[in-house]
Nanobody
Framework: QVQLVESGGGLVQAGDSLRLSCAAS????????LGWFRQAPGKEREFVAA???????YYVDSVKGRFTISRDNAKSTVYLQMNSLKPEDTAVYYC???????????????????WGQGTQVTVSS
């Protein structure tokens, strides 16, 4: 099994920055890709960014240029640096792990079988 624990959420103003962390433990060797998803009130959970063991990174268009995903393999931790935050970024952010290696699956929520508990990010205008 794999456990994922997020941290770093909070309340910020528009234009501010936050860095989310996701610490993985357990059978992490099974995880090929770690990603971030978010869910705003009344909306479906959506893909935000993903980082593959091979080095490939993926982003949803709405965060490109503002968010950066990175990982520290020694710490089994993936980060999401969020800059120039907007009110529409307000959501619960979830870390997720996938064992699927295909590029096609990077943004596919159904291919992520491991999930953290989520961390709230609120951006005020």
């Amino acid at each position: 099994q794999v456990q994922l624990v997020e941290s770093g959420g909070g309340l910020v103003q528009a234009g501010d920055s936050l860095r989310l962390s996701c610490a993985a433990s357990g059978r992490t060797i099974a995880i090929y890709r770690l990603g971030w998803f978010r869910q705003a009130p009344g909306k479906e959970r959506e893909f935000v960014a993903a980082d593959s063991r091979s080095g490939g990174t993926y982003y949803v268009d709405s965060v490109k240029g503002r968010f950066t995903i990175s990982r520290d393999n020694a710490k089994s931790t993936v980060y999401l640096q969020m800059n120039s935050l907007k009110p529409e970024d307000t959501a619960v952010y979830y870390c997720a792990g996938s064992t699927y290696t295909g590029t096609l699956y990077a943004r596919d929520i159904s291919k992520y079988g491991y999930w953290g508990q989520g961390t709230q990010v609120t951006v005020s205008s």
